[in-house]
């Protein structure tokens, strides 16, 4: 049985803060890939692209989910990008369900463009950039088994449609 609950999906599609509030409501622990990846490396997401590249920042992010793939009982929340490596969905999907989150890129242009902490949108936040960075990254995120609209629900009411599906999977996992 899987344990584990995955949000993926791009950035400002809310995965941090509906995966604390889910993780909260089902007395899971929550995993953040994005904030494990500063302790290990002791630098923030910005500063270690800056120093790093996106190479490094990639196999930093690589090495943060095989291990968090591992746990059980977790909540975690991914970065926009994990879903670029295949191996990173198969480890994650093995124990836990991939929750997929989305929001138009309007909304999206709205909540990251209060915050300067993602450099791919570094300098080139538009709704058109965000609309093809989206575009292009389509097909990586229908690896979810269930995608729910975060510009449309409210948090309660996306952790109801969440739940739902879990009794519907475990329904179907015991038949
Ligand atoms: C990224 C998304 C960011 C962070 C990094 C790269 C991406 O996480 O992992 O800046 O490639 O989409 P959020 O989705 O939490 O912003």
Redesign the pocket.
Known sequence: MKSNLVLVG???TG??SLGRKLAKSLSKDFIDT?AEIEKITGLS?PLL?KKHGEIR?RSE?KLVVKKAAERDECVIST???VVLIPENISALSRKGWIIGLTASPEVIFARVSKRSN???LYKKKSVEYIENLLKQRESYYQCADITLDTSKLPPEELITLILQFLMERGKNEKN
Request: aromatic residues 18%.
């Open positions: 791009f950035m400002g995965k941090t994005d997401i692209f920042f992010e970065g926009g990008g993602r450099p791919l």
